[in-house]
């Protein structure tokens, strides 16, 4: 499949991504009394991930208990804390994909679902070309400059923020009412936002009524990552404020090596 929801969500584009993971992973319950106490980790076989995009290298849990779990494939890898109803369906070198309870896999592509999703090499895009425009820098000042500029997207103002460990910048993005991209096999009215390099595969982008909200990051080795929050239109999912409860889940998250 070329396109996976270019409209805001995954879209894994070209040949699977190539890697592999452990044969089990550590699991400790999460504290639904809002603890900060943990039962003991326990050890659990691997299960078959249920996504079949990626190939084998997807490492996906697919839906999970309530817990605190390690990504295998992930670069960098990511520690992260869910309750139950969740489900990991992309754990790849380059793209990580979280769905919440009362959304479905199924409802990704055709945007009807909300998702995190975490996507450590991204860059601007070439207007409604699927390419990476070679005139913005892959970092996070570069990418806003060029965000900002866009007439087919609402930016929100650039807020700080502080997550896994590192400090980024967070903005909110919608499409406007100014010149769009249009595609028979995509919308009628779409604009691009990001789209992936190197590792990570994806193209990304924003319809009516499907804002984003991006968590960016300057990366060590140079790229830029962008933790990616879609809000589906007429409830995307079991929560009444999808922000807040994905809030809850990404302020868990860790960044490892």
């Known amino acids: 499949m070329n396109w996976k929801r270019v409209i805001g969500v995954m879209a894994i584009i070209g040949p699977a991504l190539a890697g592999c993971g452990s044969d089990d992973r550590s699991v400790s319950t999460f504290p639904l009394n809002g603890s900060a106490e943990a039962t003991a980790a326990t050890t659990t076989a691997k299960p078959q991930c249920p996504n079949p995009d990626g190939g084998p290298a997807n490492e996906c849990l697919g839906t999970i208990d309530a817990g605190t779990y390690t990504t295998t494939a992930l670069v960098p890898s990511l520690t992260y804390s869910v309750q139950k109803g969740w489900s990991n369906m992309e754990d790849l070198p380059g793209n990580f994909l979280l769905v919440p309870p009362g959304a479905s896999l199924e409802g990704v592509n055709p945007g009807t679902s909300d998702f995190i999703g975490v996507y450590p090499a991204v860059a601007a895009p070439a207007g409604c070309e699927e390419r990476p425009d070679p005139s913005v820098e892959t970092n996070v000042a570069a990418y806003l400059d060029w ?105 868990t998250f860790r960044f490892g090596s």
Do not use: K
């Not at 460990?165 to 990001?194: H, R, W």
């Open 147 to 251: 965000l900002q500029r866009q007439e087919s997207m609402l930016v929100s103002e650039p807020r700080p923020i502080q997550l896994g460990g590192m400090s980024g910048t967070e903005v909110d993005v919608s499409l406007s009412d100014g010149p769009v991209c249009s595609d028979p096999n995509i919308a009628d009215e779409y604009a691009l936002v990001i789209i992936g390099v190197g590792r990570s595969s994806l193209t990304h982008g924003v319809v009516p009524g499907y804002p984003l909200r991006l968590d960016l990051f300057d990366m060590a080795d140079g790229e830029m990552m962008a933790i990616e929050l879609a809000d589906a239109p007429n409830g995307g999912s079991d929560f009444d404020d999808w922000w807040a409860a994905a809030a809850d889940v990404t302020n």
